[in-house]
């Protein structure tokens, strides 16, 4: 944990509500996050998709939704 008691972020300190941009694009932002959660399990697994979508608590199906959702390898 940081000085401040809050866990270190991953991919740097995240900006303030006053240094981020107004308005966000909400749905490409969740799209964003969505993409990289399935990356990074997909490479932890090995890209073992079944794997891979129970690390995430979703069914193989619905892994394969996201994928082409997104336009991932599959």
């Known amino acids: 944990a940081s000085a ?3 866990a270190p ?8 509500e006053a ?4 308005p966000i694009d909400f749905r490409s932002r969740v799209a964003a996050f969505e993409q990289s959660l ?3 399990a997909l490479a932890a697994s090995q890209f073992r998709q079944t794997v891979a979508a ?3 608590g979703l069914t193989y199906h619905q892994l ?3 994928l082409k959702k ?4 599959k």
């Open 38 to 40: 399935i990356e990074d």
């Open 54 to 56: 129970e690390n995430l």
């Open 4 to 6: 401040s008691g809050s």
């Open 19 to 22: 240094e981020r941009e107004w």
């Open 70 to 73: 997104y336009g991932l390898p």
């Open 64 to 66: 394969r939704g996201l």
């Open 9 to 16: 972020e991953e991919n740097g300190p995240r900006p303030s």
